[in-house]
């Protein structure tokens, strides 16, 4: 089974540049995650897909950050215009139903994204 | 609000000695905790994690935690260290009984393994 898989792996772009970001989950994950981490800082969550619906976007810095996720599938997290601040390392996850045993998320590599 | 405090960002052990890393956790609601290990150029693996039952809980590659809920604690340990388990390791929660399961992290522990 191919777990949750990240493109690109690495980024480097100009501040004010537009840069998006995409995950596949796991297949027949229902949940898929966002999470951030910048340097010397905690790996932190952005928001939450149940299918093709935002539960929760909470984490999510500022309006140049869009995220999406097409019939439920793959997501996509853009970012527009980049700045500074943005640059660290996106990490997505994917989980079964709720209920299932274990509420395990799996993470893929991450993006590593720098602003220049 | 939830919160994850690991105490020790670099830890360091001989080859054959014991591991233990140190977490301790803030939830208003029971929590499901989870270990992570990070190796470079690689994403999150899952160690282990409690969610109900037995509070001590055995992970892979021999690692094991206790929830100790007076304690508000999930400290990691294993009993020989190896080469193989330098590696960064990061503590997680999450409500037990939320509609969203989004893991609040620690900032992490470096484990250095000293031939």
């Known amino acids: 089974e191919a777990g949750v898989t990240q493109f690109p792996s690495h980024s480097v772009i100009e501040k004010g540049q537009t840069v998006t970001l995409r995950c596949d989950p796991i297949?027949?994950?229902?949940?898929l995650y966002w999470y951030r981490r910048v340097m010397g800082k905690e790996i932190k969550f952005l928001l939450h897909?149940?299918?093709?619906?935002?539960?929760?976007e909470s984490g999510m810095p500022n309006n140049r950050f869009l995220a999406e996720r097409t019939g439920g599938t793959y997501s996509t997290l853009k970012v527009q215009p980049a700045e500074l601040e943005d640059s660290g390392v996106y990490f997505c996850?994917?989980?079964?139903?709720?209920?299932?045993?274990?509420?395990?998320?799996?993470f893929g590599p991450g993006t590593r994204l720098t602003v220049t | 609000a939830q919160s994850v405090t690991q105490l020790g960002s670099h830890v360091s052990v001989s080859e054959g000695a014991l591991v233990l890393l140190r977490c301790n956790y803030s939830?208003?609601?029971?929590?499901?905790l989870f270990w992570y290990v990070q190796y470079p150029n690689q994403g999150l693996q899952l160690l282990l994690k409690?969610?109900?039952?037995?509070?001590l809980v055995k992970g892979i590659n021999g690692f094991e935690a206790e929830f100790k809920k007076s304690e508000t604690s999930f400290h990691l340990t294993k009993p020989s260290a190896h080469m193989s388990d330098a590696a960064e390791y990061l503590c997680?929660?999450?409500?037990?009984?939320?509609?969203?399961?989004?893991?609040?992290f620690g900032k992490g522990t470096l484990l250095t393994v000293n031939p």
């Open positions: 996850a994917s989980s079964q139903d709720w209920g299932r045993v274990g509420y395990e998320q799996y």
């Open positions: 297949s027949g994950h229902d949940n």
């Open positions: 897909f149940v299918k093709e619906s935002k539960q929760d």
């Open positions: 939830s208003s609601v029971p929590p499901y």
């Open positions: 409690y969610t109900t039952g037995a509070t």
């Open positions: 997680a929660v999450t409500n037990s009984g939320g509609s969203n399961y989004k893991l609040t």
